[in-house]
């Protein structure tokens, strides 16, 4: 089965994992822009940021057979540095045209301060002039009051709700969710958010609709490999094969595909890795003979 990884974050993972994600039946992934484990200090440590996710893991998860796409934006912890805000929107501004970019994201709460909302409004706006899609992330406390103030903002930003993807939901935040038209994420993690076993019985629950799975794996306690996990969770508990596939690789792509970016005929082969290539004179083999 091919499985499309919508929310991780491999600027913090080894090529090791890429490895252990390409054996495991990883074909694509979509890196949204995060925080980086500290302040940044200036616009230009943004965009350093950006170039390395449109240029350097690009390369790095093709020379593991995995494609690489990613959203850009300013996430909601840094959206409270008044220092870099305006200067980084404006890059955001620019970057979301760059190519294997595939939306706005992540963006939307995490303490849920006022200056959270306007960079959350002018990130969706972005999408909105763009014509994409937006990933976004809900606050890790007061998670059902934070989801329901997203769904507001996002309703009064005009974008439509096929357009937003919701993430890190959980029992309390999904009936909220679908009730709209937003589509719906889900965060696996080894000791907070939500378990394989979980997810299963929210499916069960509210059906596969608009819904996805992804690790995260971030800078903390994290596994890159549980999505596939999850699959192997979804065949022990009885699921049908087809509607494992849609959550893992139908769905994904058929959000992002929104973009106007990426299709299905997009993935229908798989092309030779050449590990002679480099990226701005570096490979994964620092040095080394392929």
């Known amino acids: 089965m091919h499985i499309f990884e919508p929310h991780i974050h491999m600027f913090s993972r080894t090529t090791d994992d890429y490895e252990r994600m390409a054996l495991a039946g990883i074909k694509v992934v979509?890196?949204?822009?995060?925080?980086?484990?500290?302040?940044?200090?200036?616009?230009?440590?943004?965009?350093?940021y950006f170039d390395l996710l449109i240029?350097?893991?690009?390369?790095?998860?093709?020379?593991?057979?995995?494609?690489?796409?990613?959203?850009?934006?300013?996430?909601?912890?840094?959206?409270?540095?008044?220092r870099l805000r305006d200067d980084v929107l404006a890059l955001v501004s620019e970057y979301v045209n760059k190519e294997g970019v595939l939306g706005v994201g992540e963006i939307g709460f995490d303490?849920?301060?006022v200056r959270e909302e306007e960079a959350f409004i002018s990130q969706i706006r972005i999408a909105v002039d763009n014509a994409l899609p937006v990933l976004v992330h809900t606050p890790h406390r007061d998670k059902k009051k934070g989801t329901i103030r997203t769904i507001e903002v996002c309703r009064d930003s005009g974008i439509e709700d096929h357009m937003v993807l919701i993430d890190h939901n959980n029992e309390e935040?999904?009936?909220?969710?679908?009730?709209?038209?937003?589509?719906?994420?889900?965060?696996?993690?080894?000791?907070?958010?939500?378990?394989?076993?979980?997810?299963?019985?929210?499916?069960?629950?509210?059906?596969?609709?608009?819904?996805l799975i992804n690790s995260a794996a971030d800078w903390g306690v994290s596994d890159p490999l549980l999505v596939p996990k999850t699959v192997l969770v979804m065949r022990k508990a009885g699921m049908d094969?087809?509607?494992?596939?849609?959550?893992?690789?139908?769905?994904?792509?058929?959000?992002?595909?929104?973009?106007?970016?990426?299709?299905?005929?997009?993935?229908?082969?798989?092309?030779?890795?050449?590990?002679?290539?480099?990226?701005?004179?570096?490979?994964?083999?620092?040095?080394?003979?392929?």
Not at 55 to 82: S, V
Not at 186 to 208: A, C
Not at 254 to 278: M, N, P, T, V
């Open 55 to 82: 240029g350097w893991e690009r390369f790095r998860a093709n020379q593991f057979g995995i494609k690489h796409y990613c959203t850009m934006g300013l996430n909601p912890k840094e959206a409270n540095d008044e």
């Open 111 to 113: 303490d849920m301060t």
């Open 173 to 211: 935040t999904i009936p909220l969710v679908k009730e709209t038209g937003c589509w719906a994420g889900f965060s696996i993690y080894p000791n907070t958010k939500m378990t394989p076993e979980r997810v299963v019985e929210i499916f069960r629950r509210y059906g596969t609709d608009r819904m």
């Open 241 to 290: 094969e087809d509607e494992i596939e849609k959550i893992v690789w139908r769905n994904p792509i058929e959000f992002f595909k929104q973009s106007g970016r990426i299709d299905f005929s997009d993935f229908g082969g798989s092309s030779a890795i050449d590990g002679s290539k480099l990226h701005a004179g570096n490979s994964v083999l620092r040095g080394q003979t392929p």
């Open 30 to 48: 979509l890196e949204p822009a995060f925080w980086v484990g500290q302040p940044r200090t200036s616009a230009g440590t943004f965009k350093d």
